[in-house]
């Protein structure tokens, strides 16, 4: 008896976010969980290279006066800060540079990048593009490689990307919805846009993913990464569905390589006909 073929490893296929090459293509955040060590079985579940924290003190800091930090393998993971809970740009900027000085006293490379959030309410948590694009110039300026939340708007993603920034991330739907990706032919105009004449940059989907279809289908489209928090945080059963959007993240980006067949209105045999046993 032949025995079985030994499982076959995906390609190696590293995502360039400026100075930072990860060997992975899935980002994930760390709030919401029920306990830090749940958060952390999570994480190492989910295969990712790079968490994003919160580092707004409020955000940081919990009600026994713990940092998140302290729960987390800064040796292992790459810190991206994010500045979630901020409403303009003034805030956000003054947020980024905090991360960034929490950081390099932390001696975690990720201190010089941020994932920039400028809300426009609390009720929906859209970006203020005007705020976003305001903060990204302004810290481009101060030296930090930039990854934008963004709407799925092709102009204001190609204006984020003049301005500089090394990531322009536009949402599946709304932060922690779970409706998927609701937009995908804006999805593939932002990608357009972006990747004309530059078809290395990055452009992950940040936001709304709920299930590893979700994620699936964000990859398919073309996006390079896929970066979540509460697909994972809020599940029933948190760690397996970490395990989960691991595997469609990957299974996404390999299918969207490999090309899919185009679609067809009428059926096609998928056995040939020729040879086949003439009827009487």
């Known amino acids: 008896m032949n025995a079985a073929p030994a499982p076959v490893s995906p390609p190696s296929d590293p995502l360039q976010l400026g100075s930072h090459t990860l060997s992975g293509r899935l980002i994930v955040g760390t709030g919401k969980y029920a306990s830090p060590e749940q958060m952390v079985a999570c994480l190492d579940a989910s295969g990712a290279e790079v968490v994003t924290?919160?580092?707004?003190?409020?955000?940081?800091?919990?009600?026994?006066?713990?940092?998140?930090?302290?729960?987390?393998?800064l040796s292992r993971y790459t810190i991206l800060p994010n500045t979630a809970g901020c409403f303009s740009a003034e805030?956000?900027?003054?947020?980024?540079?905090?991360?960034?000085?929490?950081?390099?006293?932390?001696?975690?490379?990720?201190?010089?990048?941020?994932?920039?959030?400028?809300?426009?309410?609390?009720?929906?948590?859209?970006?203020?593009?005007?705020?976003?694009?305001?903060?990204?110039?302004?810290?481009?300026?101060?030296?930090?490689?930039?990854?934008?939340?963004?709407?799925?708007?092709?102009?204001?993603?190609?204006?984020?990307?003049?301005?500089?920034?090394?990531?322009?991330?536009?949402?599946?739907?709304?932060?922690?919805?779970?409706?998927?990706?609701?937009?995908?032919?804006?999805?593939?105009?932002?990608?357009?846009?972006?990747?004309?004449?530059?078809?290395?940059?990055?452009?992950?989907?940040d936001a709304g993913v709920g299930t590893p279809s979700d994620v699936a289908i964000a990859m398919e489209l073309g996006c390079d990464g896929v970066l979540l928090n509460t697909g994972i945080a809020g599940a029933s059963d948190p760690l397996a569905m970490a395990h989960a959007m691991r595997h469609a993240c990957i299974a996404g980006r390999l299918g969207f390589k490999a090309g899919r067949i185009p679609k067809k209105l009428y059926a096609t045999a998928s056995s040939p006909e020729e040879g086949t046993i003439a009827g009487e």
């Open 53 to 73: 924290v919160a580092v707004r003190r409020e955000r940081l800091i919990d009600s026994a006066g713990k940092s998140l930090l302290d729960y987390l393998d």
């Open 91 to 205: 805030d956000a900027v003054r947020v980024a540079r905090l991360g960034r000085e929490i950081l390099d006293g932390l001696e975690n490379p990720g201190a010089e990048w941020v994932k920039i959030e400028v809300l426009a309410d609390k009720k929906t948590l859209l970006p203020d593009p005007l705020g976003t694009l305001e903060a990204t110039e302004q810290l481009v300026a101060d030296g930090f490689k930039v990854l934008c939340y963004t709407t799925d708007d092709p102009v204001t993603a190609k204006r984020l990307k003049d301005a500089g920034a090394t990531s322009v991330m536009p949402a599946g739907s709304p932060i922690g919805s779970g409706q998927g990706v609701l937009n995908p032919n804006n999805l593939r105009i932002c990608l357009e846009y972006l990747k004309e004449n530059d078809p290395d940059y990055p452009v992950i989907c």
